[in-house]
């Protein structure tokens, strides 16, 4: 088992920057991928970010961006603290959505959300225009 919680959202100004922390638990929590994924009222949720598991690549990458996102956010993760950040600079009324961070087995893709078999329980993001 692996339990996962986020902290860091809050209401931030357009062009403004926040970073989301997942912190982890659970014996085996450096094994698995690490993903961010956000939902906005009334849309399905969507990929963010993904960064692989210790020490792995997937075919010679560490992370994944949606195109949304690129050049804006930033994934990294400290496995000696369990936990993965999601640095957002630039941020965009359309960043408004609640964020989740979620495990994926190395196996899984590190894109979609029924891969993932753990999820937070979400934070807040909330951008003025």
């Known amino acids: 088992q692996v339990q996962l919680v986020e902290s860091g959202g809050g209401l931030v100004q357009a062009g403004g920057s926040l970073r989301l922390s997942c912190t982890a638990s659970g014996r085996t929590s450096s094994s698995y991928a690490m993903g961010w994924f956000r939902q906005a009222p009334g849309k399905e949720r969507e990929f963010v970010a993904a960064?692989?598991?210790?020490?792995?690549?997937?075919?010679?990458?560490?992370?994944y961006y949606a195109d949304s996102v690129k050049g804006r956010f930033t994934i990294s993760r400290d496995n000696a603290k369990s936990t993965v950040y999601l640095q957002m600079n630039s941020l965009k009324p359309e960043d408004t959505a609640v964020y989740y961070c979620?495990?994926?087995?190395?196996?899984?893709?590190?894109?979609?959300?029924?891969?993932?078999?753990?999820w937070g329980q979400g934070t807040q993001v909330t951008v003025s225009s």
């Open positions: 960064i692989t598991w210790s020490g792995g690549t997937w075919s010679g990458r560490r992370t």
């Open positions: 979620a495990a994926v087995p190395p196996s899984g893709s590190p894109k979609k959300p029924m891969d993932y078999d753990y």
